[in-house]
Protein backbone atom coordinates (compact mmCIF):
# COMPACT_ATOMS: atom_id res chain seq x y z
CA UNK A 1 0.00 0.00 0.00
CA UNK A 2 0.83 3.89 -0.46
CA UNK A 3 1.04 4.08 3.67
CA UNK A 4 1.26 2.69 6.77
CA UNK A 5 -2.63 1.19 7.86
CA UNK A 6 -3.56 0.46 11.21
CA UNK A 7 -7.16 -0.71 12.49
CA UNK A 8 -8.84 0.04 14.02
CA UNK A 9 -8.73 3.67 14.59
CA UNK A 10 -10.51 4.07 17.99
CA UNK A 11 -10.93 0.87 20.62
CA UNK A 12 -12.88 1.26 23.64
CA UNK A 13 -12.91 -1.82 25.67
CA UNK A 14 -13.87 -2.80 29.34
CA UNK A 15 -11.37 -4.41 31.71
CA UNK A 16 -10.21 -7.46 31.19
CA UNK A 17 -11.21 -7.56 27.49
CA UNK A 18 -8.70 -8.68 24.94
CA UNK A 19 -8.15 -6.82 21.92
CA UNK A 20 -6.51 -7.05 19.04
CA UNK A 21 -4.16 -4.24 17.04
CA UNK A 22 -3.99 -4.40 13.17
CA UNK A 23 -0.80 -2.93 11.09
CA UNK A 24 -0.41 -2.79 7.19
CA UNK A 25 2.95 -2.16 6.94
CA UNK A 26 4.31 -0.38 3.43
CA UNK A 27 4.63 -3.51 1.50
CA UNK A 28 8.42 -4.56 0.54
CA UNK A 29 9.06 -3.13 4.12
CA UNK A 30 11.60 -5.32 5.77
CA UNK A 31 11.06 -3.95 9.03
CA UNK A 32 8.52 -3.12 11.59
CA UNK A 33 7.96 -1.51 14.67
CA UNK A 34 5.28 -0.99 17.62
CA UNK A 35 5.02 1.83 19.80
CA UNK A 36 2.74 2.94 22.66
CA UNK A 37 2.43 6.54 23.04
CA UNK A 38 0.57 8.00 25.95
CA UNK A 39 -0.90 11.52 26.18
CA UNK A 40 1.22 14.23 25.78
CA UNK A 41 4.23 11.92 25.90
CA UNK A 42 6.56 10.64 22.89
CA UNK A 43 6.54 7.44 21.07
CA UNK A 44 7.81 4.21 23.95
CA UNK A 45 9.50 1.66 21.75
CA UNK A 46 7.37 -1.65 21.99
CA UNK A 47 8.70 -4.78 20.01
CA UNK A 48 10.81 -4.77 16.60
CA UNK A 49 10.14 -7.68 13.45
CA UNK A 50 12.91 -7.95 10.63
CA UNK A 51 10.14 -9.75 8.46
CA UNK A 52 8.62 -12.73 10.47
CA UNK A 53 11.13 -12.71 13.06
CA UNK A 54 10.49 -10.63 16.48
CA UNK A 55 14.36 -9.51 17.55
CA UNK A 56 13.51 -7.34 19.85
CA UNK A 57 10.32 -7.38 22.68
CA UNK A 58 12.15 -5.78 25.45
CA UNK A 59 9.34 -2.54 25.72
CA UNK A 60 6.49 -5.43 25.97
CA UNK A 61 5.39 -4.16 29.16
CA UNK A 62 4.11 -7.33 30.71
CA UNK A 63 3.09 -10.60 29.59
CA UNK A 64 -0.40 -9.66 28.47
CA UNK A 65 1.07 -7.79 25.60
CA UNK A 66 1.61 -10.25 22.56
CA UNK A 67 2.91 -9.19 19.11
CA UNK A 68 3.45 -11.21 15.93
CA UNK A 69 4.02 -10.94 11.64
CA UNK A 70 3.29 -15.03 10.64
CA UNK A 71 4.25 -14.09 7.20
CA UNK A 72 5.97 -11.37 7.28
CA UNK A 73 3.98 -8.97 6.13
CA UNK A 74 0.86 -7.94 8.41
CA UNK A 75 1.20 -7.69 12.09
CA UNK A 76 -0.95 -8.01 14.99
CA UNK A 77 -0.42 -6.27 18.45
CA UNK A 78 -2.53 -8.73 21.11
CA UNK A 79 -3.62 -7.35 24.35
CA UNK A 80 -4.56 -9.76 26.57
CA UNK A 81 -6.91 -9.22 30.14
CA UNK A 82 -6.65 -5.15 29.86
CA UNK A 83 -6.16 -2.50 32.51
CA UNK A 84 -6.60 1.10 32.48
CA UNK A 85 -2.93 1.91 32.36
CA UNK A 86 -2.83 -0.28 28.99
CA UNK A 87 -4.96 3.09 27.65
CA UNK A 88 -2.96 4.49 25.22
CA UNK A 89 -2.11 5.37 21.08
CA UNK A 90 -0.15 2.37 19.93
CA UNK A 91 1.71 3.03 16.64
CA UNK A 92 3.04 0.96 13.89
CA UNK A 93 5.96 1.97 11.75
CA UNK A 94 7.75 0.05 8.70
CA UNK A 95 10.95 0.70 7.11
CA UNK A 96 12.70 -0.63 4.04
CA UNK A 97 15.88 -1.77 5.63
CA UNK A 98 17.24 -3.19 8.69
CA UNK A 99 18.52 -0.29 11.15
CA UNK A 100 21.70 -2.55 12.19
CA UNK A 101 23.03 -2.65 9.15
CA UNK A 102 21.47 0.54 6.93
CA UNK A 103 22.32 3.28 9.67
CA UNK A 104 18.96 3.42 10.94
CA UNK A 105 16.51 3.95 8.59
CA UNK A 106 13.48 6.25 8.37
CA UNK A 107 10.38 5.12 9.90
CA UNK A 108 7.26 5.79 8.31
CA UNK A 109 3.90 5.57 10.76
CA UNK A 110 0.87 4.75 10.41
CA UNK A 111 -2.19 7.16 12.24
CA UNK A 112 -2.20 4.95 15.14
CA UNK A 113 -5.10 2.75 16.98
CA UNK A 114 -6.41 4.69 20.00
CA UNK A 115 -7.22 2.74 22.92
CA UNK A 116 -9.54 3.13 25.78
CA UNK A 117 -9.63 1.17 28.47
CA UNK A 118 -12.68 1.68 31.06
CA UNK B 1 21.78 3.99 27.92
CA UNK B 2 20.29 6.82 25.22
CA UNK B 3 18.29 9.94 26.25
CA UNK B 4 16.36 12.69 24.08
CA UNK B 5 15.21 16.01 26.19
CA UNK B 6 13.10 18.04 24.45
CA UNK B 7 13.32 21.08 26.92
CA UNK B 8 10.41 22.87 25.66
CA UNK B 9 7.10 21.45 26.69
CA UNK B 10 4.67 23.91 25.09
CA UNK B 11 5.52 27.20 22.47
CA UNK B 12 3.35 29.56 21.15
CA UNK B 13 4.32 32.35 18.76
CA UNK B 14 2.73 34.87 15.68
CA UNK B 15 2.84 33.76 12.58
CA UNK B 16 5.50 34.83 10.48
CA UNK B 17 7.77 34.73 13.67
CA UNK B 18 11.17 32.19 13.83
CA UNK B 19 10.56 29.76 16.13
CA UNK B 20 13.34 27.41 17.21
CA UNK B 21 12.91 23.59 18.82
CA UNK B 22 15.60 22.74 20.97
CA UNK B 23 16.59 18.88 21.06
CA UNK B 24 19.70 17.16 22.94
CA UNK B 25 20.43 13.60 22.66
CA UNK B 26 22.77 12.04 24.85
CA UNK B 27 24.15 8.92 23.96
CA UNK B 28 27.88 6.89 24.39
CA UNK B 29 27.75 5.28 20.45
CA UNK B 30 29.95 7.71 18.47
CA UNK B 31 27.91 6.58 15.79
CA UNK B 32 24.09 7.75 15.74
CA UNK B 33 21.56 8.96 14.04
CA UNK B 34 18.80 12.04 14.69
CA UNK B 35 15.69 12.57 13.23
CA UNK B 36 12.84 15.35 13.70
CA UNK B 37 9.63 14.07 13.49
CA UNK B 38 6.08 16.25 12.83
CA UNK B 39 3.13 15.17 14.60
CA UNK B 40 -0.37 16.92 13.43
CA UNK B 41 -3.43 16.50 15.07
CA UNK B 42 -4.39 13.84 12.55
CA UNK B 43 -1.78 11.79 14.93
CA UNK B 44 0.37 10.36 11.92
CA UNK B 45 4.21 10.79 12.59
CA UNK B 46 5.93 12.87 9.57
CA UNK B 47 9.18 12.33 9.27
CA UNK B 48 11.19 15.55 8.72
CA UNK B 49 14.61 14.81 8.63
CA UNK B 50 17.48 12.29 9.31
CA UNK B 51 21.29 13.41 10.16
CA UNK B 52 24.13 10.97 11.08
CA UNK B 53 26.69 11.72 13.93
CA UNK B 54 29.54 12.33 11.67
CA UNK B 55 27.57 15.60 9.63
CA UNK B 56 27.76 18.71 11.34
CA UNK B 57 26.95 20.45 8.10
CA UNK B 58 23.50 22.52 9.06
CA UNK B 59 21.07 22.29 6.48
CA UNK B 60 18.15 24.20 4.88
CA UNK B 61 15.06 23.06 3.48
CA UNK B 62 12.51 25.54 2.48
CA UNK B 63 11.70 27.13 5.34
CA UNK B 64 12.90 24.64 7.91
CA UNK B 65 16.67 24.38 9.27
CA UNK B 66 18.23 22.17 10.93
CA UNK B 67 21.77 22.59 13.23
CA UNK B 68 23.63 19.70 15.17
CA UNK B 69 26.51 20.59 17.29
CA UNK B 70 28.48 17.26 18.25
CA UNK B 71 29.90 18.87 20.92
CA UNK B 72 27.07 19.20 22.90
CA UNK B 73 24.47 16.49 21.54
CA UNK B 74 22.21 19.21 20.77
CA UNK B 75 19.92 18.87 17.05
CA UNK B 76 18.31 22.04 17.31
CA UNK B 77 15.62 22.67 14.98
CA UNK B 78 14.29 26.41 13.27
CA UNK B 79 11.08 27.39 11.39
CA UNK B 80 11.54 30.43 9.67
CA UNK B 81 8.34 32.61 9.29
CA UNK B 82 6.31 30.10 10.79
CA UNK B 83 2.59 29.67 9.42
CA UNK B 84 -0.74 28.52 11.17
CA UNK B 85 -0.51 25.16 9.29
CA UNK B 86 2.76 24.49 11.24
CA UNK B 87 0.83 24.16 14.61
CA UNK B 88 1.89 20.83 15.57
CA UNK B 89 3.72 18.53 18.02
CA UNK B 90 7.11 18.08 16.95
CA UNK B 91 9.38 14.96 18.51
CA UNK B 92 13.19 14.78 18.24
CA UNK B 93 14.40 11.07 17.93
CA UNK B 94 17.83 8.89 18.36
CA UNK B 95 18.90 6.10 17.28
CA UNK B 96 21.69 3.81 17.55
CA UNK B 97 23.23 0.56 15.30
CA UNK B 98 20.63 -1.34 17.08
CA UNK B 99 16.62 -1.51 16.59
CA UNK B 100 15.27 0.81 19.10
CA UNK B 101 14.87 4.84 17.95
CA UNK B 102 14.16 6.76 21.35
CA UNK B 103 11.82 9.90 21.46
CA UNK B 104 11.72 12.97 23.14
CA UNK B 105 8.45 13.80 25.09
CA UNK B 106 7.99 16.74 22.28
CA UNK B 107 7.29 20.21 21.37
CA UNK B 108 3.86 21.40 20.87
CA UNK B 109 4.28 24.32 18.32
CA UNK B 110 1.48 26.63 18.45
CA UNK B 111 1.47 29.34 15.82
CA UNK B 112 -1.37 32.18 16.03
CA UNK B 113 -3.06 34.34 12.94
Known amino acids: GAGVSQSPRYKVAKRGQDVALRCDPI?????LFWYQQALGQGPEFLTYFQNEAQLDKSGLPSDRFFAERPEGSVSTLKIQRTQQEDSAVYLC????????????????FGAGSRLTVL | AQKVTQAQTEISVVEKEDVTLDCVYE???????LFWYKQPPSGELVFLIR??????QNEISGRYSWNFQKSTSSFNFTITASQVVDSAVYFC??????????FGTGTSLTVIP
Open chain 2, 51 to 56: RNSFDE
Open chain 1, 27 to 31: SGHVS
Open chain 2, 27 to 33: TRDTTYY
Open chain 1, 93 to 108: ASSFGRPASSGANVLT
Open chain 2, 93 to 102: AGANTGNQFY
